[in-house]
């Protein structure tokens, strides 16, 4: 029987999705996917080290000159990429040269550690996702392949039915919340080959929808608090990550 393979180090390179933005815990702070993996791995591992570079709102390009060179200076056991998605949101967007820095990066990290991980990342379904599918297709197409080429993992999030579901998402309905992030957390832990805790895939009870006014009230409530702040950073070329320091720059100890 093949052994689960053992990491005592782990870094997590991305954008929001990664950062772990979502409804937020009572100090302010998130607790992200990435997060809930590492502190898995430091249960049963002691020193386990962990630094997440991830900073919201990054671009591609951004994470590949910005944090690529610094993960693979690290080492580490585990390294997880997901970045590209922000691009495919952008009015102009050309999806061959966000492949072609994914690629390099790809090429950059996969010889530095002992494993590394990409994701189709999930998304919420709607009008707004429905438009930009064919880019998230080809981008995620092309990921297939660089984990195959380069013999990294992926994570087939954007294939999750239950992951889609407006349930799993935040107020800002561009991040998971926090059961959102749990899922996502249990799919890296099974694609490790880690024996299941949970069953990420199972779908939410079927639940009433809610009353026009209430639907409408939400709306408005989305549009004023988010869109508007949303499209302004967009047409100012302001990114909501501008001038933030990466959630963990240091690959030390974490106790989770």
Known sequence: MEM???????????????????????????RGWADLVAARFAAGTPGFRYANLAVRGKLIRQIADEQVETAAAMSADLVTLVGGLNDTLRPKCDV??????????????????????????????????????????????FIDELAERHGA????????????????????????????????????????????????????????????AARRAADLRF???HLVPWIGRRLTGRSSGDGLPPKRAELLPYEG
């Not at 053992?6 to 990664?18: E, I, K, N, W």
């Not at 189709?120 to 009008?127: C, E, K, L, T, V």
């Open 223 to 225: 549009t004023r608090q």
């Open 96 to 141: 061959d040269e966000v492949c072609a820095l994914l690629a390099r990066s790809v090429e950059r990290l996969a010889p530095s550690c002992k494993q590394l991980v990409l994701m189709r990342s999930p998304i919420r379904r709607g009008p707004v996702a429905t438009r930009f599918l064919p880019r998230m297709e080809q981008l995620f197409s």
């Open 4 to 30: 689960t393979a053992t990491y005592t180090s782990f870094v997590a390179l991305g954008d929001s999705f990664t950062e772990g933005m979502s409804d937020g815990l009572p100090d302010g702070s998130y």
């Open 153 to 212: 993992l992926a994570v087939d999030l954007y294939g999750a039915e239950t992951l889609g579901d407006r349930r799993m998402w935040a107020d800002d309905r561009l991040h998971l919340n926090a059961e959102g992030h749990r899922r996502v957390a249990e799919a890296v832990w099974q694609t490790l080959g880690h024996a299941p805790e949970a069953d990420w895939t199972r779908l939410l009870p079927s639940a009433v929808p809610p009353a026009w």
